[in-house]
């Protein structure tokens, strides 16, 4: 199937102009495949010129261009050509679809739970036309009015209003990706706020925990609404507002106006984090933010991706953090979403936040990364404290203004700023959104008895505009709070100068800018001391950020971060960075450390997730993060053991369905436990989320034949659904079982390509991400990986996938040597 090009993209949209699509779709049939028929009406700018329309069918039944059928043997992949257009235009293409297995198209899920059957539409990037045929590109926006045949009893639900019988209200127009079906016996719950009905779906198997959790995502539903209507001055615009969570999801969630779709593992069936909610609270902002910034106003091409994801990513956290309960969402963002964007913007694949040119649709899915998402939100944070909120909204009211409904460019936002603004913001937009690349910032003080004689932020790399907070501490206490704006490799802070030394200087408090931060000599020597005692979580996310991506470029060593986590964690009383932290830590540990120092490392690792489970209040967040950070790291297998049988575990942790699956996972890898214990925990819970847990764990078991039935799994099977497929690839690789998985290497570069062919783009990449040998930390590895990317036959997205896990296995080589 080819993908559709820029530059074709770009003569289309010159040539037609849709009017309105009518889809039929019937899914009262077998198991396999649904019937579909389409009806688009366009014009074209010339009479008697010739296009195309994307359809992906299992079987195209017929194709009617103004009356006249077309013949069906002219499907060219996924192309039908369309010749001698009129001025005016109708298209009728009857087709037989095919459900999906892998979250692309209309995907078809029997939960195992009860045995029913649930339908989802997954239309992004390309798989539109999966369902119903269409000119699948963002700039040919329109109206779309559906027709569903479904089983009696079933709740349907789609973009627009029902109006009974099936029958869905014409849509305001929309870009095809944007299409959006449910289709089962979902759970309901719905509300209306501010004259906007709302509603919530869920399979019935999660009823109860949807009906748990409903107040509060009402909750935060209604109280961004207003924020968002109180920042835009533009209303939502697209009726109701409707928040499915659906099975076997691969994101983690899809901005469809109408009917919102996210990943169902967002329904907690066992106890979470207040982490975890604070998350979920920030999906629901963030694609609540995508009302408008990707579907009232749509990015014309994919090179403007940053358009929809950077703005919703940053408004997201912004919102979530001023009108939720988690008033931290950016302390959060800071250590696990600003980290991956660290992480991308230093691989040989980095990109600009807005590339001058994304070639088509398959190149447009490798930009879905921590630059498109993280890098791009925190440039516009840097930007807003730049030009101060008035100007910022006052230009977004106006892109949202002109704009309406259609699409637009990087030049009509920044013309709308700089309107707005009385700015001129090309040389901002040009170091920032047009070139790649992170910057380090550090702090140089020179002092001179016990007084600053000067202090000076330096920043290293092609250097960039920044207005940054440099916070003074003397001890844990902030003495001052300094704003600092420059543009240059060197700026020298005169208010500091003849001020009495601090204990640490931290570069970027309040965490404005996009930047690596290094702390200087003194400070760095202060901040295992200084950090337990800082009031603001912030800014000690920012110091275990220093501290990691210090460890990650090779400036510290490992043994630096145990040291901190053996001294600072067992104080800390945010759960969100305890799991972060823990996360970060035991990531590095694992590639950054030969078996046996790993092994040794783990041990005090272990002992401060104790230490903290003694502080902290039972049955709490904090005591739930720790455990399983103790889960994570032990090789105490007597001891995990005593915790599944009601022995020896800390007052107040409920040994839950999910934590007793964490606890089976933990044994499996150190053979303390097998397929006996396996299938029973799966009978006592036969659930979607059960099946995965067993996935994982059977792929991790340390047998020679498990690890081949995994493999085949991974490199084979197209029958099992997308998510357990990618279960098998989480849980094979394993740092304690390097010897039993070492010949499984060279076979990941050699199947890998063709395993990749066998599946849809979404689906290959997140199985081959996770089947990559990361634990492989070799010479050998690097060689075979090498190889793979010299050959020309390999797709876009698993080159880029093995140049990134590449890119990682010679930082660990550094840092093992």
Known sequence: MRSLTRAEAAERAELLAVESYAVELDVTGGDERFRSTTTVRFRSARAGAATFVEVKPARLWSARLNGVDLDVATLDGNRLPLPALAEANELVVEAEMAYSNTGEGLHRFVDPADGETYLYAMSFLDDAERIFACFDQPDLKAPLALTVHAPEGWVVAANGVGEGDGRFGATPPLATYFFSLIAGPYHVRSDEHDGIPLGLYCRRSLAAHLDKDADEIFEITKACLDRFHELFGVRYPFGKYDQAFVPEFNAGAMENPGLVTFRDDYVFRSVVTDGEREWRATVIAHEMAHMWFGDLVTMRWWDDLWLNESFAEYLGVRVTAEVTRFD??????????????????????????????????????????GISYAKGASVLRQLVAWLGDDAFFAGLRAYFAAHRFGNATLADLLDALAEASGRDLRGWAEVWLRQSGVNTLRAEPTIVDGRYQSVHIVQTCSPRPHRVGLGVYDGPVLRRLVSVDFDGERAEVPELAGEPAADLLLVNAGDLTFAKVRLDDASAAAATRIMPGLDDPLDRALLWSATVDSVRDGDRSPADLVALVVT?????????????????????????????????????????????LIAAPPGGSLQLAAARGLIEASTDARRLTGWLKGKGAPDGLRIDTDLRWALWYRLVVLGAAGPKQIDAQLDADRSATGQQWAARCRAALPDAAAKERAWRIIAEDTELSNRLVEAHAEGFWQPEQAELTKSYVERYFAEMPAAARLRTPWSADRVAKRAFPRFAVAKSTRKAAAALLARDDIAPSLRRIVIDADDDLRRALAARG
């Open 328 to 369: 931290r969402a950016w302390t959060t963002f800071g250590l696990r979403r600003k980290a991956s964007g660290y992480v991308a913007d230093q691989r040989p694949s980095t990109h600009p936040v807005a590339p001058e040119e994304v070639l088509d649709g398959a190149h447009a899915l490798l930009n879905f990364d």
């Open 568 to 612: 600072a964690l067992p104080l800390e009383t945010a759960p969100m960075v305890v799991e972060e932290v823990l996360g970060l830590t035991r990531d590095l540990l694992d590639r950054y450390l030969d078996p046996v120092p790993r092994e040794i490392a783990l041990q005090p690792v272990a002992m401060a997730c104790d230490r903290l």
